[in-house]
């Protein structure tokens, strides 16, 4: 994992996203939730997809989701990423969120293409890269 | 929009393109050259002067811009500039849409969409995310990259793998897009990969992003192509018998954003698509056509499973019998939907759908290298990804 972290792109926080990366440096997975209408949003964005208002919060959600879908990436797209090797790349939609899903791009821990698959039960972990900035990554739900 | 307003509203009167190269091959010459050569080609193949041109349109940033082509070309006036908002050959559609609607306000009287890649000048997409600090001007990059998510490859691989999990969709159904592609090369003289393959070729072609494999992905080339566009009344003195516009739509559904490339909230029969579900709709809607009016289809085939998808979003089968669809031989040529007669993306060229319009206009003349008997209609359909896709309609 510290491999992984170390071979590919920081996430670079904005005024709307630097919330989620923080909390995430802090062990906590945030969602922008509408302070309206309650529905929750990922990607980050200024105004509710479902009643348009602008004011919002962050609200700490439980972490526990589902694999949506997954690929297994086999071509190192840059030769600095070959030590990478075969890793996976996953979409986990979590439980629990407020109107339309909510789904994160993500990795899985702890698998192998033997074990993972669509609808397997996961949950949050975190991967600290500073104060400011951490990854919500994901594992076999036990 | 009342159906058939923009029906033969427009013509596409030349069509041109530049050798084929791969990835880095034109890199001495660049891209604005590799442009000019193509609108050059699209004015000989019209019968016009590219001063004539006094419009401008394209899509995905294309860096030859409307100034430098304007300056070098010594067009008398500019009188239209448009360019499609997306990257890839998602906008294609758009940007003849935007200049079939130049030309029918009366905004424009000749119009050229233009689309050049040198990838030595651009830079190949994965590795400029894998190597520099992301943009903060494009937050989205941030939820995806960190986590390995960089290539387009990998994006479509999470589309295809769940339509695989959801409908049974098969390998093999992957393995027909890119075997009819190079048999449909082998007429064409021009496309960069003509060596027939097999379904086992393909399975046994090394994993990309899986379930993609090395057959089921298009290779980056360095190419320009140019299609010019002006009014029915004007294409009479002209060249060519004119191919003329039935109908163009862009858009994306709810939700798409940019689709898989991130996690996108779309809904489930929208993720497993090609993102061109409401593309489709609208494009039935103002041309008053539908599937079964298309006698050939070119369907963009950056990656396998999207022409697959592609064809559920244009109504030609139900959701989730693409897979099937395609089997038996109805997509090739003598099938009951032929589809890229000319190698498309997979087989011929890369030029982010441009060639798909070029052979587009070549079956509609009837001097196409694989034609398709009495084809009248013509379906091209752009990109699948970013908002937003698109589609056309041509006709004869």
Redesign the interface.
Known sequence: MAR?RAL???????A??AGF?KAAAAGRLVIQRCDECGAH????TAAC?RCQSLAWSWDPVAGSGRV????????P??P??AP?GV???A??ELDGTEG????????IESVT?QTLR?GLPVEVLFERIDDEIG?P?FRPRV | MSARWLDRKAALVGIGHTAYGKRGEFAARGTFALACEAVVNACEDAGLSPREIDGFSSYSDDSASPAALASAFGCERVRYAGMVWGGGGAGMGGAFLNAALAIASGTAEVVVVTRAICQADGG????A????????SL??L??????????A??MF???A??HI?RFGTKLEHFAEIAINARLMARANPLARFREPISVFDHLES???????RLLDCCMESDVGAAVLITSPERARDLRHPAVLLAGASMGSPY?WGQG?M????ASDDD?TSAGQRTVAEDLWRVSGLSPADVDVALVYDHFTPMVIFGLEDFGFCRKGEGGPFVEGGRIRLGGALPVNPHGGNLAEVYAHGMTHVNEAVRQLRGDASNQVPDADLALVVAGAGPTPTSALLLRR
Request: charged share 15%.
């Open positions: 992984r590919l792109p920081a996430p670079t926080p904005t709307l996203t990366w949003r990922h990607t980050p997809y949506f879908s997954y690929t297994w990436s086999h071509h797209v840059h600095a990423l990478l890793y996976n790349v979409v986990v339309d899903p909510v789904r994160l791009v993500t990795w293409p669509i990854l990554i | 190949r997409f994965g590795q995310l894998a190597s520099e600090r992301l943009p903060a937050p989205e941030s939820f995806t990259a960190p986590f390995g998510q960089l290539s490859a990998h691989a999470l589309a793998r769940r999990h090394r994993l990309i992003a899986d379930p993609l939700r898989w991130g996690a996108g909230s993720f």
